[in-house]
């Protein structure tokens, strides 16, 4: 205790003199605060609120302390983002808020669940647990009444499970749910293991730069990822409400006010009605040739307290059967997103039972995706949700269920171990690729470099990248809703090894045009050597509500960017992004979807460093390159800063609170770096709770 006092005492003066040395409104200063004094702080608190709460339970006595300390907690966040942002991506007083709270409820879990003699121990316990997490909802402020419940009653025989059957600490739970933050501050050695990765294969010398260019035969695939449906998505509607998902509800009241959802879709929190999905299937089918289509998860929308087996079923299979009818004969290849399962994100092991299990879903996609597979597919998607198959003689595809990875996904916390088997069947599933002669798409909806991917899950699938880099030609993503790209490097020697192209988003959600991506492939290697990425204005679309959006073209990839679309090409090509602002700011706004509120937001100098760091970041533990691009690009800008009186690309100035910008995380870096007023709130915070004892 002592020496937390004293790293207190340091952060509260280093705080006041930064605040002391501010004279100008609005100068971009920010503070670096060390991992260990935040983790040190947030530990103190959580242990001081989960005895106030165990306190609270055995005796039903609220405390002086209990109320102050809750009511600052209930303060000090924003109640939205923590819902709706990636654990990567919060404000750092809403990161601090979720890691005090993640620890201090998961020990009075912990503590009252496994000790014979606590009050969440014996019969009755579920509905004890309910009453808690209610409790915890409504004092600290989390979301509405509704979302609260909905999400707890969904995801509270699960947790329950994980509880009474696995050894997770508060400490090793919460560093592994935010694992790119201050409150990574436990090990696990079931949570640290490696896979068993051929060997025999020639050692990497440089990096991969055998890409045909683009040709007129070259063989096209559409990509449809994160669509995303909203069956209840009402025109007219509330899309400014305070849960997570908008555009539903209260059309009565906001029908013809800046409030009102429209028809084509919304900017704000919402996610797509049917006929804006159906116009992109027209659109597609229409102006593009689909030799393949892929589907690269999440078609539920994000009203992730409303989830039911019943209505994810409904939407999977509607969206399943319009692409069969859309496409035909073009076969489809689809992937898991984290939102297909009821409840949201939670992708079970094998041996659970069936009520906590994620069986039924793994054999309703089966169904709905047997029009396109063959039937050797059915062991491994009936095991995991993960399969292989070849289109054509030596043409493989092997797609992934990437929630392995997923630190929302909170089976992962119930064994580290588990997560083993598929990756293996991956890397066996490679080898036996390269032995036949085999190009091979690979298919997973999480990019590897996610900030809610598990960094040894991570870790180990770019070593399978690493050691197939010839085998491998192309990776397709999704989950960003960002229409971006990545570049994965080997670990000895840093070579460009693979390229994975993410497709951006057909959703709206959030601030964002519908899109959709095709590519061109090479037909020998199999390599993409182009793509053309197709939006509409959402803006213009809603002024005209009875005619259909005007898709059109937003970029050409070679026209704007490169020819060389090997990884040694597009390595080079973070280089010339780094060395010209301007060249990065145009792959910034196609990264947006051009979309009106990040275009009028715009992107600042830490915007851009994020959006050029997450193409350099496939595990985020390793982060050489992007500090290295980071390094560059910061002097480019200041050097154009200096030398330059205007032109057509200015410096774009900042997200501002009013309007939003991208929301990539401090350049990329994975640091606890604050701002200035938040870290001045953040300390004012921490001691008005601490006086309070």
């Known amino acids: 205790m002592r020496g937390i006092g004293i790293q207190l005492a340091v952060a509260l003066a280093c705080g006041l003199l930064v605040v002391s040395a501010v004279n100008l409104p609005g100068v971009p200063i920010h503070f670096d605060m060390d991992d260990s004094i935040l983790s040190a702080i947030a530990d103190d608190i959580s242990e001081r609120l989960a005895k106030e709460y165990i306190t609270y339970l055995k005796t039903g006595v609220e405390t002086p302390e209990f109320l102050k300390l809750t009511n600052q907690l209930a ?97 090793s739970f919460c560093s592994l749910f935010m694992e790119y933050s201050f409150c990574n501050a436990g090990s696990n050695a079931d949570y640290n293991w490696t896979l068993t990765v051929d060997n025999t294969g020639e050692a990497l010398s ?12 070259d063989i096209r695939i559409c990509q449809f990822t994160d669509i995303h449906h909203d069956p209840l998505y009402t025109p007219g ?51 593009t040739k ?25 939407v999977l299979t509607k969206v399943s059967q319009r692409l069969n009818e859309a496409f035909g004969d073009v076969p489809v290849y689809p992937c898991i997103g984290n939102h297909e399962p009821h409840p949201l994100n939670l992708f079970s092991p094998e041996g659970v039972p069936d009520e906590i299990s994620t069986k039924w879903l793994y054999e309703h996609l089966y169904n709905d995706w047997s029009k396109w597979l063959p039937v050797e597919t059915k062991e491994t998607i009936l095991k995991g949700g993960y399969y292989t198959v070849v289109p054509k003689k030596g043409f493989r595809i092997i797609a992934l269920n990437s929630n ?41 909806h999480i990019p590897s470099g996610d900030g809610t991917c598990w960094s040894v899950w991570a870790r180990e699938f770019n070593r399978c990248i690493t050691r197939f880099s010839s085998t491998i030609s192309g990776i397709f993503t999704g989950h960003s809703h960002k229409d971006e790209l990545f570049v994965y490097y080997s670990e000895e020697g840093g070579h460009a090894t693979a390229v994975a192209w993410n497709g951006g988003a057909v959703t709206t959600y959030s ?76 792959y910034w706004r196609f990264r947006v979807t051009s979309a009106d509120p990040q275009v009028n937001g715009g992107c600042d100098r830490t915007c851009l460093a994020g959006s050029l760091c997450r193409a350099a970041v496939t595990i985020n533990s390793q982060t050489g390159r992007c500090e290295e691009l980071r390094e560059k690009l910061f002097a480019s800008l200041d050097n154009e800063e200096n030398t330059s009186s205007g032109g057509d690309e200015p410096t774009t100035p900042g997200p501002s609170s009013s309007t939003p910008g991208d929301e990539d995380d401090n350049g990329g870096g994975g640091s606890s770096t604050l701002g200035l007023l938040s870290i001045s709130s953040l300390l004012a915070i921490v001691l008005s709770i601490r006086l309070s004892f």
Request: proline residues 5%; contains cysteine; negative net charge.
């Open 404 to 444: 392995d990875c997923y630190t929302d996904n909170f089976w992962l916390y119930h064994s580290g171990t588990d997560k083993i088997p598929q990756l293996q069947w991956f890397h066996d599933t490679l080898l036996e690729a390269e032995k036949a002669g085999e190009y091979v798409h690979v298919l997973t």
């Open 206 to 217: 440089g990096p991969k730069s055998d890409t045909p260019t683009y040709s007129e035969s």
């Open 75 to 171: 303060k000090s966040h924003s109640q939205k983002d923590i819902f709706t942002r990636n654990m990567p991506d919060l404000e750092p007083r809403d990161s601090f808020f979720v890691c005090v709270a993640c620890r201090s409820v998961m020990r009075v879990f912990i503590r009252t669940i496994r000790d014979e003699d606590g009050e969440l121990h014996g019969e009755n316990s579920s509905v004890l647990m309910k009453d808690f997490a209610m409790d915890v909802c409504r004092r600290l402020n989390l979301q509405t009444e509704e979302v609260c419940e909905g999400l707890i009653d969904s995801n509270l025989p699960t947790v329950e499970y994980i509880m009474r059957n696995s050894e997770s600490d508060s400490q």
């Open 290 to 314: 689909c030799d393949y289509v892929y589907q690269t998860g999440d078609i539920v929308d994000h009203m992730v307290w409303a989830t039911s087996v019943e209505k994810n079923t409904e």
């Open 511 to 586: 601030n964002k045009n519908p899109n959709y991506r095709e590519y061109a492939v090479n037909p020998e290697t199999f390599t993409v050597t182009n793509h053309w990425t197709w939006i509409y204005n959402l803006t213009d679309a809603n002024l005209k509500p009875d005619e259909q959006p005007e898709w059109f073209l937003e970029y050409e990839f070679i026209k704007e960017f490169t020819e060389d679309t090997s990884p040694a090409g597009i390595d080079k090509l973070l280089d010339q992004f780094a060395e010209n602002p301007a060249l990065m700011r145009k």
């Open 237 to 287: 509607s509330l899309a400014t409400c305070a849960e997570p998902m908008c555009c539903q509800r209260n059309k009565e009241t906001t029908e013809g006010t800046s409030d009102a959802a429209g028809y084509w879709g919304d900017y704000r929190d919402c996610d797509l009605p049917w006929h804006a999905f159906e116009s992109a299937l027209d659109h597609a089918v229409a102006n």
